[in-house]
């Protein structure tokens, strides 16, 4: 069992930065790999950025290639999510999820998902 708790969300000006962080419960953190994904209003969650168990390969969404950066320390059970230069197009609420392997892009294959941090850009 892993439980996923988000942090760091707010109130950003256009341009602006935040950072996300992900922290997670349970011994094996570093034999999953991690994904955010992020629901805007009125529209479908997407996969933005995932990153290996290991730290070592990452997936990004063409939308945030680039300006978003995930990385994570595991002694810290922590995954952060990078974001900069961020766009009023980027308000939504972003999600940490994780699964057993190797990155997953598609919802229907996250074993955990945390509860999500919501992150609003003002232009």
């Known amino acids: 069992q892993v439980q996923l708790v988000e942090s760091g969300g707010g109130l950003v000006q256009a341009g602006g930065s935040l950072r996300l962080s992900c922290t997670a419960s349970g011994r094996t953190f570093n034999r999953y790999s991690v994904s955010w994904f992020r629901q805007a209003p009125g529209k479908e969650r997407e996969f933005i950025v995932g990153i290996d168990y290991s730290g070592e390969r990452r997936e990004y969404a063409d939308s945030v290639k680039g300006l978003f950066t995930i990385s994570r320390d595991n002694a810290k059970n922590t995954v952060y999510l990078q974001m900069n230069s961020l766009k009023p197009e980027d308000t939504a609420r972003y999600y940490c999820?994780?699964?057993?392997?190797?990155?997953?892009?598609?919802?229907?294959?996250?074993?955990?998902w945390g509860k999500g941090t919501l992150v609003t850009v003002s232009s």
């Open positions: 999820s994780c699964n057993y392997g190797d990155i997953e892009i598609w919802e229907r294959y996250m074993d955990y």
